[in-house]
């Protein structure tokens, strides 16, 4: 089901540097014009970063309220998967197909998707600063956009994290499970989901091909592995993630 129905801005508690903090302290000065990128480097690793795709959806609706209310888009946010296909994360909404795409494992790819998608928000796992050489403007070009870059990890922890984002409704979870576990719809489920007044992805004849084709590379271990990481990070049944800023300059020599 598309997010905008299913979650809301209140389900996320957030806290800088042991401080209650909110979604602006994460993402500063969203606005509507707002793109997240999410690179994906391994099976799954994606859902470490649950909480923080979430998030961003949030703000991408909050930033135009009409976006709930007549437009009823998908959130403008990317999945890039280096090297493989790494599981299919369209129950998060990066949907249509384009919105999930796989580059080669060169960092110049990457930061090419990166701009070719129009990033103002980078997600991306916890990589060491390497000595990369970018295409001639390339990095310029990113830099000139980006707004954030923030470090996540597939485990759901990072190491000396910046903030944190904790979900106080389960229902931050339904996703999460979904991409671990896809599950084919019933004929009669997909009825019944065409009547109602919004379209959803699920009706469309390409979802589920296009989620059992990304998950070419996720075995059954990889899927319990994902299990234990995210009962890991319960307290009290609910989840909470830490992540760090990276400097935007950095980041792209992480890539």
């Not at 609706?61 to 009409?66: G, Q």
């Not at 000396?160 to 991409?179: H, L």
């Not at 989620?211 to 996720?218: G, R």
């Amino acid at each position: 089901m598309h997010v905008i129905d299913a979650l809301r801005t209140d389900f996320y508690e957030v806290e800088l540097n042991g401080t209650p903090a909110s979604s602006g302290d994460v993402f500063a000065n969203w606005n509507a014009h707002d793109r997240l990128g999410v690179l994906i480097y391994e099976p799954l690793a994606a859902l470490g970063a649950t909480h923080l795709i979430q998030l961003a959806c949030m703000c991408f609706y909050d930033s135009k309220p009409v976006r709930r209310t007549e437009r009823k888009v998908y959130p403008e946010m990317f999945a890039i998967h280096v090297g493989g296909w790494w599981g299919g994360h369209g129950n998060f909404d990066f949907w249509p197909p384009r919105r999930e795409i796989q580059v080669a494992d060169d960092p110049r790819e990457v930061l090419g998707a990166l701009n070719d998608f129009g990033i103002t928000r980078l997600a991306l796992p916890e990589r060491p600063v390497r000595d990369i050489t970018h295409r001639r403007k390339e990095e310029d070009c990113a830099l000139d956009r980006l707004v954030t870059a923030v470090m996540y990890s597939p485990s759901g922890r990072v190491a000396a994290p910046d903030f944190t984002i904790r979900s106080n409704n389960r229902r931050s979870e339904r996703d999460v499970q979904r991409v671990i576990h896809p599950a084919q719809l019933s004929e009669q489920s997909i009825a019944q989901l065409e009547k109602t007044a919004v379209p959803v992805k699920e009706t469309d004849a390409d979802f589920m091909p296009r989620q059992i084709a990304l998950n070419v590379n996720v075995s059954e271990a990889l899927r319990a592995q994902a299990e234990r990481n995210r009962d890991a990070l319960k307290v009290d049944g609910l989840i909470t993630e830490s992540y760090r800023f990276a400097d935007l300059a950095q980041s792209l020599k992480c890539l």
